[in-house]
């Protein structure tokens, strides 16, 4: 299934705007972002506990997976800096620093030395340059997402917006297809110098990308404020004042991103480790769940837009907590056709719809001058529930045997959360574009 983006119809709202663009911007500038933060998370599954620590036991893979949720930190920090500047000088320049500062601090990780070599330094300075890509990360979708939103004529935004988490799958699909050889490769290669060429792809990347980025112009929404001096001195203090309600009500529903990192990274440590599926199937499993959703997020997105935002929300947020220990019991059953068959329909048909609709859901919150700080702000501190997630439930015996008890719990307890959250929100989806986020 796929969908091709269309051009906007002459005599919509947005004729000024280029919502055919600026999601083709949003989706490859997700891709790099995303290819850069997975492919972290893929290494911190299967390849750091071996570089980075002393031992490869079951405490440096939990010391791991916390490397993995630092940039998860760093991102309510980066969020309030580049929210600001998103709000103030627009969204086109803050997308094209985020884009430099992941690709860099990516190709810094490839180019460290490991534990062998200076000790406890390598995993202090892996820490550092993760945290740069938080800082990036935190600006990244909400950036995207706000820009994509004010380009779409009124009665498209959720089918555009997708288009920026549809990257995100696409990101994550290019950091597992470039781990699978990785990770078949000998012992003494893998964790030498094989790791590594993963994260210096990601310049290569990045330059396709920023060519781009460049060439988008701010969306006709950004602009008017502008014209109108209507752009807040000061945005997130605006946010705070106007709209702290919705910050907490998008910090709730964000939890729900923490069903990405179970399937994309726990998983992978769960299957290997107790199941003792082959690594490279599991990450088949997800390269396969991810090329679905490229399907079928448009689809959610389309949904969204005919009936609203919080029914397709809050079904993505139940089916996740309903299909968290099916598709765990199924790889612990050895059925490597189901296991695919599970994956598609936890991952594509069921988490998807919530990850397609949330950037047109949470960015209708905000008005245009504090819309990017209260996406990112209400998103970052979100996500930290899906940073510490692999950490938190690896604490907590989840990748142990019987583990799928403490991992379904712990899903299914975020996805409730926020399915309640979305519940208590505004439904938005046939308030025009100048409206949203007013009084």
Avoid at 55 to 70: C, E, K, L, V, Y
Avoid at 80 to 98: A, K
Avoid at 183 to 207: H, N, Q, T
Avoid at 357 to 384: C, D, H, N
Wanted: aromatic content about 12%.
């Amino acid at each position: 299934m796929s969908h091709t983006i269309p051009s906007t119809e002459p005599g919509t709202a947005a004729t000024a705007g280029t919502p055919k663009k600026a999601a083709l911007a949003s989706f490859l500038g997700s891709a790099v972002e995303y290819y850069d933060f997975f492919i972290f998370g893929s290494a911190a599954a299967l390849i750091f506990p071996h570089v980075f620590f002393p031992s490869a036991d079951a405490n440096a893979a939990i010391m791991s997976f916390a490397t993995f949720g630092f940039a998860y930190v760093a991102r309510p920090v980066g969020a309030i800096i580049l929210g600001h500047f998103g709000d103030r000088i627009g969204r086109q320049r803050v997308l094209m620093f985020t884009l430099v500062l992941m690709g860099g601090a990516t190709f810094i990780i490839g180019c460290l030395p490991d534990f062998k070599a200076i000790g406890w330094w390598a995993p202090a300075l892996l820490v550092f340059a993760r945290l740069c890509q938080g800082l990036s990360a935190a600006g990244e979708q909400a950036g995207a997402s706000s820009m994509t939103l004010e380009h779409a004529p009124d009665n498209r935004r959720s089918f555009f917006t997708s288009w920026t988490l549809t990257g995100t799958q696409g990101g994550q699909i290019l950091a597992a297809l470039i781990f699978i050889p990785v990770v078949a490769l000998p012992d003494d290669v893998k964790y030498s110098i094989g790791w590594r060429i993963p994260f210096w792809l990601s310049a290569a990347v990045v330059v396709v990308a920023v060519l781009i980025r460049r060439t988008l112009h701010e969306p006709p929404a950004f602009e008017e404020a502008k014209k109108n001096n209507q752009i807040a001195k000061l945005p997130v203090a605006d946010l705070l004042r106007q709209h702290w309600a919705d910050v907490l009500r998008v910090v709730c529903c964000a939890f729900i991103a923490a069903v990405s990192t179970v399937f994309g990274t726990l998983a992978i440590a769960y299957a290997k480790d107790v199941a003792h599926v082959n690594s490279t199937i599991t990450l088949w499993l997800v390269v396969v769940a991810n090329i679905v959703a490229l399907g079928t997020q448009p689809v959610f997105g389309t949904l969204a837009d005919r009936i609203g935002r919080k029914p397709v929300f809050i079904y993505g947020a139940i089916a996740s907590a309903i299909m968290t220990p099916v598709f765990l019991l199924t790889l612990e059953g050895g059925n490597v056709p189901l296991m695919f068959l599970v994956s598609v329909v936890y991952f594509s048909i069921g988490y998807a719809a919530a990850n397609a609709v949330w950037p047109s859901f949470y960015g209708e919150m905000f008005s245009t001058k504090v819309r990017f700080s209260g996406l990112a702000i209400g998103t970052q501190l979100g996500f930290l529930m899906a940073g510490f997630a692999p950490a938190i439930v690896t604490a907590m015996g989840g990748t142990k045997a019987g583990g799928w008890v403490q991992i379904s719990v712990f899903t299914g307890v975020i996805c409730i959360i926020a399915a309640v959250s979305a519940l208590t929100a505004r439904e938005s989806f046939k308030t025009p574009t100048a409206q949203l986020g007013l009084k």
